[in-house]
């Protein structure tokens, strides 16, 4: 169709300045800017859009207004229809209408400048916050089946915060990538809106921070310092536990920023209704908007995994040896990339390749969820213990009240899975406990597992707290 006889390009930008002054800053920057001007056909403007995630919700929340301001401004019934287009330049792709799937658009960064033809206010870029690392981004995260709900929820984030999935709970045990999530998220709003201020702390930090503040009578810089932020990371909210007056503190920046439509994610090493002592009201918050967890991955995950950290390595190191890595360490990601760092350094340092037989070798202490005689029953019931605020002698004592009796139940079963020891010596071990008690417990646990996936991943949770406390040692 020529262009000189249909051009809706002028009507375009009147109706992009009429929704500007209708609109706010936030959701300016967010979809209107994300929609440009794809061109004119016979009563039809076509418009363009990053990904199919924009092009969904400019469908449903804006393209009516767009059209019926389209139809007062021309006199005529002119419809509206929004392409998924790749904006960059260089790649001068083609864009799919409406209704086309178009998946990897989803993945794909909007542009960086906008391209309504109409001039935007000028917002200003915000300093980045020194407290994200660059290294953190959702290219280099391998998505599985264990992961795929919380890299899908911290996209959808990333590419519109503020709008939906607010606030949103990262959970899941160590080393499952909850730090290398919510940073890429703190990244891609940073490089692609630049002008929204992301501030990233870790809850350590913001305890830390506030007391500080409060010895040297700076609170309300600290409190103005988290007011200003148009995005909230909050790592490792677990943390939190025990320390009220920082709970308290915490509560009113997220009252604050939710009230204002402002991002806010969070992590914790296990779902919120487990965590100790933290006040009702700020669980409430926590868990009010979307709770995603991490699961540790699967064998062909965990292979994906190890493939990506390969790439541009100097080393080379061969398929089987990958995959008797993957086989063995199956704890979590932080895991493996250790076992993989050590074999790299063994290769570069003595400059040999790596056999099936190094590996093995250098690999044997590592961290595999196999039976290990060298963890003491003794550390197993301390972090059972602590988990669940009661002390070790409850576990190896003789109470029998509901509160002791499941956290001790909890312990042998743990401690039956991850080391070699028999139930007699375990029992022993339990306030000399006879072995019949131990068999009976592991097989309670094992029900509760089985039939409650919520207790199964607390379990693992547990197990796996209970390996790195031991590597700590
Ligand atoms: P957590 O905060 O849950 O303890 P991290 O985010 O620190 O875990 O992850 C531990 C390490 O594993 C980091 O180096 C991170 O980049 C890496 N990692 C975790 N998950 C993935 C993944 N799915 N793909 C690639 N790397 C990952
Ligand atoms: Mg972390």
Known sequence: M???????????????????????????????????????????????????????????????????????LTGEAVTVDILVKKMSAQTGSQGQSEGTQHRQAEHEKPAKSHQVSAPLPKAQKKPRDPNINTSYQFESFVVGDNSAFAYSVSMAIAKNPGVSYNPCLIYGGVGLGKTHLIQSIGNYIQDYTPELQVVYVTAEMFTNEFIQSIGEEKTPQFRNKYRKADVLLIDDIHFLQKKSSTQEEMFHVFNNLFEANKQLVFTCDRPINELQDIADRLKNRFTRGINVDLQPPDF???????????EGKACHISSEVLEYIGKSVNTNVRDLEASLTKLIAYSNLLNKEITLDIAREQLKSTYSMSKDQSMSIDSIIRVIADYF???????????????VVLPRQIAMYVARTITDFSTTEIGYEFGGRDHTTVMHSVQRVEGMIQSDIAVSNSIQNLIRQAQSFKREK
């Not at 992009?16 to 936030?26: N, W």
């Not at 062909?300 to 390969?310: H, N, P």
């Not at 605020?389 to 509160?403: A, H, V, W």
Request: hydrophobic share 30%; aromatic share 10%.
């Open 389 to 403: 605020n009661i002390s070790p002698y409850d576990i190896k004592g003789k109470k029998r009240t509901k509160s």
């Open 300 to 310: 062909e995950t965990r292979l994906a995994i190890l493939r990506r950290k390969c």
């Open 2 to 72: 020529p262009q000189e006889k249909w051009n809706y390009n002028p009507f375009w930008d009147e109706v992009v300045s009429r929704m500007q002054s209708s609109l706010s800053e936030q959701e300016c920057i967010t979809w209107l800017n994300r929609i440009s001007y794809a061109g004119s056909e016979d009563h039809k403007l076509v418009l363009a859009v990053p990904s199919l995630f924009i092009r969904d919700y400019v469908s449903t929340q804006y393209k009516p207004a767009i059209q019926s301001m389209l139809n007062e």
